[in-house]
């Protein structure tokens, strides 16, 4: 188990340990029940998208916003990535929210709903100024 754990825990959305209790089995030949953990730990990130049509999540000076893709692409959702008096960094486009917000969520496992956050940083000229 620890070899499993060692390999799995940062792909696992919150304690491998909670993981490992609602799937005792859990072994190579099963991974897939991981995507089925991560799916059912958003689903309240999951309500708020699909309420608000989008989604910003914060995390120290970053705000990442998961939203619908304007661009027709195949790629139905676009995440951007803003830094605080920095601007947008980069966009990451996804075939699904339930992807989107669980990489974020992965790669900063302590980003929180934050709605306005990205607008507050609006009023902020060094942070206006990085998009001209």
Partial sequence: MNELREFFSDSVI??????????PGFNWDCIDLIDVWNVQQIQPL???????????LSC??????VAPN???NGYPVRV????????ALCDVE?????????????SY????????KLDSWMGDVVFVNCFR
């Fill in 94 to 106: 996804s075939e699904s929210v339930e992807q989107a917000i669980i990489d974020c969520l992965i």
């Fill in 80 to 87: 951007t990535h803003y830094f605080e008096q920095q601007g």
């Fill in 46 to 56: 999951l309500a708020l998208y699909h309420s608000h049509d989008g989604i910003e």
């Fill in 14 to 23: 919150g304690s491998f340990d909670e993981f490992i209790q609602v799937h």
């Fill in 70 to 72: 304007p661009k027709r």
């Fill in 109 to 116: 496992p302590n980003s929180q709903p934050a709605y306005g």
């Fill in 60 to 65: 120290e000076k970053r705000v990442f916003v």
